[in-house]
């Protein structure tokens, strides 16, 4: 059975990358609903048997698709390492390290300030 109009273009919207909730409100008129209904009726779509399969269909489509893929980038890189100068080796190496998720989080350390409007020079202009 195929789906409606309105089910093929959520799966459209999931496959190239939007959240359920965002599919859900471009395929359906949303925009005076609560953001929990649009949750929950996006949850119970995206459980929808023909949905999903169609989901999976246009993902395996587009990854087919795709100019550079992720597999192509390590086979480079790896390639890199192999024939590159010292340099070169290093830099592959951190860069198969980042896509990997090897590297350790970076730590932002923020400083704020309370300013008081009465006795701040930036208030008083």
């Known amino acids: 059975m195929a789906l409606t109009p309105k089910q093929e273009a959520f799966a ?8 359920q909730a ?11 609903m609560k953001d ?6 996006a949850s119970v779509l995206m459980a929808d ?3 999903t399969a169609r989901v999976d269909e246009l993902r395996k489509s587009l990854a087919k698709r795709e100019l550079w893929t992720r597999e192509m980038s390590v086979k480079a890189l790896i390639g890199a390492y192999k024939e590159g100068t ?3 080796k290093i830099n592959a190496v951190k860069e198969l390290n980042a896509m990997r998720g090897f590297n350790a989080p970076t730590q932002l350390s923020v400083t704020t ?3 008081d409007p009465l006795k701040d020079e930036d208030f008083l202009g």
């Open 12 to 19: 459209q919207a999931i496959a190239q990358g939007k959240t």
């Open 22 to 32: 965002d599919a859900y409100r471009v395929a359906y008129e949303a925009g005076k």
């Open 36 to 41: 929990s209904t649009v949750w929950s009726k």
């Open 49 to 51: 048997g023909k949905v």
């Open 86 to 88: 010292a340099a070169v």
């Open 113 to 115: 300030r309370t300013l």
